[in-house]
């Protein structure tokens, strides 16, 4: 039983297997066969890693896989780190980053600045992942698949500012293609920031609408105060001080901002008038202390 026990932790030998020492290309494969040989022996996850750096082809490359993996405690996040670390060489990891790309190219298009920007920034990563393929895309190949996502109202905005033609961005260097973009969509989103921090210093023209409706009708205003004005130039001269304390009581409207009120207008028109009347030479004192007949409309003794 003891035998038996000693057998199934037994570490395995790196000499008999020559063929899985790595040399910096595949990983995937790499790591998947060796994984295979440790699990039939039963290693533990830190018995993986400390004994991973000694499966390789020289001294070289175990210095890279032991700095790859310093100080991991978990297997998974170590073969993780290792395929990050030699994914340039790696055929597996290249293929599928290129079919990532094309995917993320062919989803619907954006016209939001902000989800652009995200996906400049998601699209440079998946081009930088396929360097090293077989299928390695052209640098107008990822200009392309970089406009082709963008709705056809956003990129006119973006040619637009560019002050390029349709053929011309198409035809940019990738670099040159995603530093338009990306300028192009943060100057939208700053500026939709800015915008919303307007509307919240000022909130809206509520008390613009709120002043225009406590603003008194002028044109009633203006017919009233003509009606008022003939009255009083039909009443005697005797009774309109107090036909004008009565307007001066009964309707005083709101001063509008700048202009004398029409009633002041009219009661100082009306002033004038009756000093006109009582001064002038022309007038006859004796008919100032005859009674005035509203009925008739008359003076009489």
Avoid at 3 to 9: D, E, H, L
Avoid at 214 to 220: C, G, L, N
Wanted: hydrophobic share 30%.
């Amino acid at each position: 039983m003891a035998q038996a026990f000693a057998i199934q932790y037994m570490i395995p030998d790196v000499a008999q297997y020559p063929h899985l020492r790595f040399d910096g290309d595949n990983v995937s494969d790499w790591i998947e066969q060796v994984d295979r040989i440790f699990e039939r022996a039963r290693l533990s996850d830190a018995q993986k890693i400390a004994e991973i750096q000694y499966w390789t082809k020289d001294r070289t490359h175990q210095k890279r896989v032991e700095y790859a993996i310093d100080q991991l405690d978990s297997w998974s996040t170590a073969v993780t780190a290792l395929k990050s670390t030699f994914v340039i060489g790696d055929t597996r990891q290249l293929r599928s980053a290129h079919q990532r790309l094309k995917d993320l190219e062919n989803q619907p298009p954006l016209s939001n600045p902000s989800k652009i920007y995200t996906y400049c920034l998601d699209h440079e990563i998946l081009v930088s992942e396929t360097k090293g393929t077989t299928r390695v895309p052209s640098d107008l190949d990822c200009t392309r698949g970089l406009f082709e996502r963008i709705h056809s109202h956003s990129l006119e905005d973006i040619i637009s500012k560019a002050d390029m033609t349709y053929e011309e961005i198409f035809k940019m260097e990738y670099s040159q293609a995603q530093k338009l973009v990306r300028g192009w969509a943060k100057t939208k989103v700053d500026l939709e920031n800015h915008n919303k921090r307007a509307k919240r210093y000022f909130p809206s023209d509520q008390g613009k609408k709120g002043q225009e409706e406590s603003q008194p009708d002028v044109t009633a205003l203006t017919e009233r105060l003509r009606a008022l004005e003939i009255r009083l130039n039909q009443v005697g001269p005797s009774d309109r001080r107090h036909q004008m304390e009565d307007i001066r009581t009964a309707y005083r409207p709101q001063q509008l901002w700048g202009c004398q009120p029409l009633v002041q207008q009219v009661v100082h028109q009306a002033q004038g008038n009756t000093v006109r009347t009582q001064d002038s030479p022309r007038q006859d004192t004796s008919r100032q202390e005859q009674l005035y007949d509203y009925e008739t409309r008359q003076h009489r003794p």
